[in-house]
């Protein structure tokens, strides 16, 4: 007896390569983008440090050069450098020059 229906188990389906438009970017993307350039990072308390995006890792931890800290949108203190543990940031963004 055989079978009328064609047996597709042999192969697995071929995927086609995606383009990803290039308006579409990861976070990853972005962050690589932004490092050594201005940008402002929210923490959860909802402070700002704006400065230079020196490093930071797979935890989020951010190192910052000329760092400036906000509360409230009021400058309170300077910073040369900066380091910010990840579980506290909310976001980052980039700023303007």
């Given at each position: 007896?055989?079978?009328?229906?064609?047996?597709?188990?042999?192969?697995?389906?071929?995927?086609?390569?995606?383009?990803?438009?290039?308006?579409?970017?990861?976070?990853?993307?972005?962050?690589?983008?932004?490092?050594?350039?201005?940008?402002?990072?929210?923490?959860?308390?909802?402070?700002?440090?704006?400065?230079?995006?020196?490093?930071?890792?797979?935890?989020?931890?951010?190192?910052?050069?000329?760092?400036?800290?906000?509360?409230?949108?009021?400058?309170?203190?300077?910073?040369?450098?900066?380091?910010?543990?990840?579980?506290?940031?909310?976001y980052?963004?980039?700023?303007?020059?």
């Open positions: 007896m055989s079978s009328a229906l064609p047996d597709n188990t042999s192969k697995a389906p071929e995927k086609e390569a995606e383009a990803v438009p290039e308006n579409k970017r990861s976070p990853s993307d972005f962050l690589k983008a932004v490092l050594g350039r201005p940008v402002n990072v929210r923490l959860n308390s909802g402070t700002d440090y704006r400065g230079v995006l020196a490093c930071l890792d797979g935890y989020m931890n951010i190192a910052m050069e000329q760092t400036e800290e906000y509360v409230d949108g009021q400058l309170k203190s300077k910073y040369g450098d900066c380091f910010i543990r990840g579980n506290n940031v909310m980052i963004s980039s700023q303007r020059r």
